[in-house]
């Protein structure tokens, strides 16, 4: 029986494994973005386990009209009106409006084509998952609407009686709500977790069953801090807890020492130069006049004292009250000689950048941090009721008085920008409205949108104004589309309309799946009869090659349509070609009796060009479709460009490292049938 012995074309077996290795890896990874189900399966389990909350892959395929079921409406636009160079600028402006409006509905990514038939324009749209047909077709067949507006000094609306009474009603009711729970919770505190899952409106932290971890350094609970923190571990809050936008109940689950804390009141002399002082006394009349108070201070007259002698803004009202207070809260210069005193003591004179201070240390404790489990309950303001007054008015200054916009250049700096050029009444409407918003901005709406606030530099007359701002030629030749479609209004009729249910699609998925299974049995078949080794290898890397294609369709994303699933079927097959190619030249240099190394670079090496040119004329055709067909033609095209582009790194790199890797084991040297055309004992020593 003749042997083989492999070398790696000057590859060491270890990095020919890290090779290999990661190659594994590559599949993992994308057969995970793929079919994320069970890793899911296995993250939901942990978090609920373990307490963790650990994100899942959520990220779904974009299923085109066909698969996903939807509408497509077919529209003809009258452009009679126009002239001509502003028809096709001012049609794509109105498939801007469009895709806008449909958004507003829900439909990402909406598919809107502009195409001319002979005389006629048409305008396609194709929407995927679409749920409300009748609103659609009403949405589109809408003129876009183009306002200018100018600031609004209008005062908020003040509640009406009625409404102050349903605002109390509804939020006596939400507190009710939050009663109860805190009932059920103090009954039994080991089940708060499952009262915040029941009760909570706080989506964030009830996905952890409410807890907020340790919550003195945050911000956003200091409220909830000041009433939890002398409460014991393990304990429900008795109360429920209203602050300006919630009722809270909550539980301390930990609590940890935070070092101390004192109350405390000051005295402050400030002079001259001094920070946020107002005083005219001098630095050293400042320190006298504090020295002076230091030697009349007691425990007893310095409230008295700092209400009749202290600089600090409202002191005679507060009489220099702290409050309570921990380190790092006030300056350090005053911090020190503060946490510094007894309980009881009044500070020597004590500088600050803010002036002399005397301190007077009321009392002190220890400071703990706890961690908190909590529900919040939505309390409803006013603003739900009667939302905010718009920051905008509307003037009389609309699309109709605008004649047209374009791309425009500055003369001196060559930036882009935008002109605008009005009838005789909008001239003289604009000139009004820039005439009392000097120095203020404006806003051009479309579709209740605002797409340009400018500032007004100076009045405008003569009904020719320019917007300015940091335009790329893209963004100001989209601005120019904007404005036209809304100054330029085309008719548009609906004169089509196709319908594709869900249930229709789920079959074009269910049989594409199943014509797509067969065929890769049969070439799965075939490669291992007529290739045996090489075949198999072939086989491992059309596995990788097909999960790294999916990967890059889920994540790009790539809409998938019918086409777009055939272009992926032809790409597979011409995957395994790539491998046809290369296995024939390694089966014509076995037959030579050559080694078993050289045979399999060389027949990679002859087969490469093969490869190559005819992946190129593939994409260069991929292109043409794309660019230059319909949506359902550019599925196809897209899907086959991205599959050949992996299926030169599945056949050129994935197969050969695969390929070196398999050959290397040392059963394989007796069994040279294992490769196509292998038959003659051939020793290449390495």
Sequence with gaps: MGKYTLSSGGMGRKALKRRVLGLALLFVVTAIITYPQPLNSLIGWSNNLLKWNLPQINKPFVLGLDLQGGTRLEYEADVSQLPENDKKDSLEGVRDVIERRVNTIGVSEPLVQIARAGQAWRVTVELAGIRDINQAINLIGETPILEFKELSDEPPRVLTDEEKTKLEEDNAQVKKTAQDALVKALAAPDTFEAVVQETSQHETTKQNGGDLGFIKDKPEYADLFEVLKQDAAGTV????????????????????????????????????????????????????????????????NFTQLAQYFSDEPNASMTGGDLGWFGKGIMVEKFEEPAFALSKGQISDVVETQFGYHLIYKIDERALNDVRVRAAFLKKLQESDIVPPPSPWKNTELTGKNLKRSQLDFDQYSGSSQVSLVFDDEGAKLFGDITRRNVGKQVAIFLDGQPISIPTVNTEITGGRAVITGSFTIQEAKLLAQRLNAGALPVPINLIAQQSVGPTLGQDSINASLKAALYGILFVVFFMLVLYRLPGLSAILTLALYTVVSLGIFKLLPVTLTLSGIAGLILSIGMAVDANVLIFERLKEELKLDKPLKTALEEAFKRAWTSIRDGNVTTLISCAVLYWFTSSVIKGFALTLAIGVLVSMFSAVVASRALLRFLAGFKWIENKPWLFPGGKKSTTDKV
């Design 237 to 300: 809050h008795p109360e429920v807890i209203e602050t300006a936008d919630t009722y809270t109940i909550a539980k301390v689950e930990e609590v940890k020492d935070a070092g101390m804390e004192m109350f405390a009141s000051h005295i402050l002399i400030s002079y001259a130069g001094a920070v946020n002082s107002n005083s005219s006394s001098t630095k050293d009349e400042a320190l006298k006049k504090i020295q002076d108070i230091k030697q009349q201070a007691t425990a007893e």
